[in-house]
């Protein structure tokens, strides 16, 4: 791994997951602040015109995209907590790759 050499197919699949996961944010949180989007553009979207579509109205009806939304985070819970990944920050190794680099 190189400092600043992202893989472009590292940078596509966090791309994909934050594509897969925009959609459900948002109508949970039309769903959620109803009372506050009740006469905004996006209620009028998500509340009415996407719910109507032929496609979507069967995810909608179902919560389908709130309930893969809590999916993904209840895996990505179970993840960390049987992998967690913090380690101290160490300045010795900090200061061991900059002199290398020197």
């Avoid at 949970?28 to 032929?54: H, W």
Wanted: proline share 2%; aromatic share 16%.
């Amino acid at each position: 791994m190189v400092v600043g050499k992202t893989y472009m197919s590292s940078f596509m699949f966090n791309l994909a997951l934050v594509l897969l996961c925009s959609l459900p944010v948002v109508q949970f949180c039309t769903d959620a602040f109803a009372d506050y989007a009740r006469f905004s553009t996006v209620r009028q979207l998500f509340g009415i015109q996407i719910e109507n579509l032929k496609f979507f109205s069967f995810f909608w009806i179902n919560n389908i995209f709130v309930y893969a939304l809590c999916a993904i985070m209840v895996l990505t819970a179970l993840f960390l907590w049987c992998k967690p990944r913090d380690r101290s920050t160490d300045g010795g190794a900090l200061r061991d790759r900059l002199k290398s680099r020197a």
